[in-house]
């Protein structure tokens, strides 16, 4: 009996999977807000509003500058785009937030309003990995909040096996690591022994605010702040957690698979 | 002091002065905590105090028939304890950790080691029970799985590919959660509570906020409670359709593999709904809630979820009709009701024992006081049980939305919490979908936080997976362990 009637719904529902990146992105919850900008030129003389509800003092200022903010400790709660008077900070909307280089996530200084979005991998890297990436995840410390939005791309709605990425078992079989969480002290070993066991050449993939600075755990002495303090990592998809957009999103731009330009 | 009543009673949710906590010499308080347990009641916390250079320690006991928690302490001391553990099982995990917390022995103890410190080189460094023999062979899993999963460790001892033994090792995920708010709550406090289980945000920050409002002696809008309900039954809904189709999955039944892991991710689009986030970060703080929901709003939610509840009954048609999957759930992993109510099951994997236990139903708070949800039951204690309990509750947590979100009441979202009492004690407890996340607040003379004990159903539960393998084909680990599917996390803290 199920047979006939799986085959029937199956037919009748059709492909489930999204048409991006041929077709337009999926959108975001409408309250998401997506990345940040940060309008420095805005922002007024001593008022320190958003300083004060920042929860991972993702916010800095000093004397006579205007705010900075470092979207690597960001969990995006956006409590200081509410209480910002001048429009300093603002939400775009936008799902890409993956970068390249831990420096692009900090946001403020003119020419830095918006992060800068990652670039793909060099030449030789990419003729490696551009049509098979196949990836070893780590939790160190996380939530099951940003592993649980890696999973899910690989459901049928995302269908990550179309680009040819995909989790393996074994960091043996394994082109790089996918790492998420503040890193914990009690897997630091761990997680230096799979990143060893991965052949070169490899790269390391963090996502998760957590997995980039330790946020909203930096600082304690139980974590090592994020996965940067043991291995090299290559791209950063920083999110409390990210949407699975943003993943994908982060992931295609390494292998230089998405067609529209970079920022 | 009282004779006749060796605890003070509260209900779900309330607080009173830490003086009020019948304080008992050692022998007396173990022999009145002993007494409960021995009628059948339950250990929802035991947990120890810091108190100048030694330590007190503070049982919960939940009584379920009572719809109370009752609560005593013990004098301050330091030293060893006699363990409930031999007589009591449910307090295993509790000993070991008041062991590793406070350095208080509790003795004798039949298995006195970490719970989650590393020994210099994780946690799984250490010893391990072992079985000896000459077909007798150990097999070591972890802390890195093979698939998208948390870290921890599981150390089995087989004869050929049975299982005779299994004990698991946790700790890797400790982020130093309780020791940090301590002196709270600090700023960044509430984020961590949503992040102490991040499947488990709404319950957690949930329970988080109950107990800051006890203390504050605030009371959550209706409107916040209302939609604190609803966050919650969207999170059991996202949660145990996503572990239906894994369940299917590891038995191969690739149509409900593929069809929940999907229904899944729109359910959790329904939180994101109300919040922007889809875990639901952002949305329950002390005082209400962080967003309003306009009518318009709830009624795309209340679309968006009849068509999501309309696919997941498709889908699990199909796995209750598959002879294949009946095959391989039923007789699966069994966990005897009398070892289940022994080490203190909730959620569940409780209710998969026919153990009638249910927060919502045994110690409602918010706006369970108003609606209820019946408490779905299922005898045998199998894979199948387990499984067929969350389709029984996928079910009711959509006619509890069905309802409730008609029955909507006016008002605000959020309101002042104001400061904590001094010296003054909370308990808050949420039926999460792994079962009961137990908080308890302490505060100290300045109103800040004293202590703060967190217990994630996980707790509870790990145990039952480990008795679950006994006598079952080590290929059925991945089927067991999923029809738990426990949290390392909120375990380790």
């Known amino acids: 009996m199920f047979v006939h009637d799986t085959l029937l719904t199956r037919l009748k529902r059709g492909c489930e999977t999204m048409s991006w990146p041929a077709g ?13 900008r940060v309008e420095s030129k805005n922002c007024q003389a001593g008022c320190a ?45 936008d799902h890409r937030l993956a970068v390249r280089d831990r420096e692009d996530l900090r946001l403020g200084r003119p020419g830095r309003e918006e992060l800068r979005l990652a670039a793909a991998l060099d030449e030789k890297l990419r003729r490696l990995f551009g049509r098979s990436l196949k990836l070893r995840q780590v939790s160190a410390g996380g939530c099951n909040a940003c ?38 002290k009690n897997m630091e070993l761990a997680l230096r022994k799979t990143y060893a066991a991965v052949p070169e050449p490899k790269i390391v993939i963090a996502v998760g605010t957590c997995a980039i600075s330790g946020a909203p755990f930096a600082g304690s002495p139980e974590v090592l702040n994020g996965a940067s303090s043991v291995v090299p990592v290559d791209l950063h998809i920083p999110g409390c957690p990210p949407h699975p957009l943003s993943i994908l999103d982060g992931l295609l731009r390494l292998l230089g698979r998405l067609e529209e330009p970079g920022r | 002091m009282n004779q006749a009543n060796p605890f003070a009673l509260l209900t779900n949710g309330s607080a009173l002065p830490w003086s009020d906590v019948p304080e008992w010499p050692l022998a007396d308080f173990l022999r009145h ?115 998208i999963i948390e870290p921890g460790h599981f150390r089995f001892q087989c004869a050929g590919e049975e299982v005779l033994h299994l004990e698991i090792a946790l700790g890797y995920q400790h982020r130093g959660i309780e020791e940090a708010l301590a002196g709270g709550p600090h700023r960044r406090t509430v984020y961590q509570m ?59 039944f690739l149509p409900t593999a593929s069809a929940c892991g999907k229904i899944r991710g729109d359910f959790l689009n329904l939180t994101a709904l109300l919040c922007g986030n889809r875990f639901g970060r952002g949305l329950v703080r002390p005082g209400g809630c962080r967003h309003q929901v306009e009518a318009e709003r709830l009624g795309r939610l209340r679309e968006r979820l009849e068509t999501a509840l309309a696919e997941v009954q498709q889908a699990a048609l199909w796995l ?104 003054t004690l909370a308990v808050a407890l949420v039926e999460g979908w792994r079962g009961e996340v137990c908080h308890v607040a302490l505060t100290g003379a300045n109103g800040r936080l004293r202590r703060y004990k967190i217990t994630d159903p996980s707790f509870h539960n790990w145990t039952g997976l480990a008795l679950a393998l006994r006598g079952q084909a080590i290929s059925d680990f991945p089927l067991c362990n999923k029809s738990f599917n426990l949290s390392y996390c909120g375990f380790d803290l």
């Not at chain 1, 995302?158 to 079989?173: K, M, N, T």
């Not at chain 2, 957690?204 to 006890?214: D, G, M, V, W």
Request: net charge negative; with cysteine; charged share 20%.
């Open chain 1, 147 to 184: 592993e649980a939005d890696t999973n899910v791309l690989a459901t049928i709605g995302w269908d990550l096996g179309r680009f040819g990425i995909q989790f393996v078992a074994s960091p043996r079989h394994a082109d790089g690591l996918l790492i998420t969480g503040p890193v914990s």
């Open chain 2, 33 to 147: 905590v002993s007494a409960a347990l021995q009628r059948g009641e339950r250990l929802s916390s035991f947990f120890g105090v810091p108190e100048d250079h030694a330590a007190r320690l503070v049982a919960v006991v939940a009584l379920d028939a009572g719809n109370t928690l009752a609560v005593a302490r013990t004098q301050p001391f330091s030293g060893s304890f006699p363990a409930l553990t031999p007589s009591h099982p449910q307090a295993h995990l509790f000993e070991r950790e008041i062991w590793e917390q406070h350095g208080l022995v509790p003795e004798p103890h039949p298995w006195l080691k970490p719970v989650r410190k590393d020994h210099g080189a994780g946690p799984a460094v250490g010893g391990f029970f072992r079985v000896e023999g000459p077909e007798v062979h150990e097999v070591a899993v972890g802390p890195v799985h093979a698939g």
């Open chain 2, 194 to 252: 949503e992040t102490v289980a991040g499947d488990t945000t709404i319950a957690h920050a949930t329970a988080y906020a109950s107990a800051l409002e006890a203390l504050a002696g605030t009371e959550a809008p209706l409107r916040a409670q209302w939609l604190r309900a609803i966050a919650l039954e969207l999170e059991r809904l996202a949660n145990h359709t996503g572990d239906l189709g894994a369940l299917a999955g590891d038995v191969a």
């Open chain 1, 49 to 93: 509003a958003c300083l004060e509800v920042c929860p991972t003092e993702a916010i800095t200022r000093l004397p006579d500058q205007p705010v900075a903010l470092d979207l690597g400790r960001c969990l995006f709660c956006a409590e200081c785009v509410k209480v910002c008077p001048s429009g300093t900070i603002s939400q775009t909307g």
């Open chain 2, 320 to 423: 209750w009709d598959a002879a294949s999957v009946r095959a391989r759930f039923e007789r699966t992993g069994p966990v005897d009701p009398n070892q289940a109510a022994e080490i203190g099951l909730v959620g569940p994997a409780a209710r998969a024992c026919g153990l009638l236990r249910d927060v919502r139903f045994d110690h409602p708070a918010g706006w369970f006081r108003f609606a209820q949800v019946p408490v779905s039951v299922w005898p045998d204690g199998d894979v199948f049980a387990r499984a067929r309990v969350r389709w029984l509750e996928i079910q009711r947590s959509g006619e509890f939305l069905r309802e409730q979100l008609e029955a909507a009441p006016e008002g605000g979202m959020l309101s002042d919490l104001g400061s904590l009492a001094p010296d």
């Open chain 1, 24 to 36: 337009p992105a999926p959108a975001l919850p409408d309250r998401h807000g997506g990345a940040l």
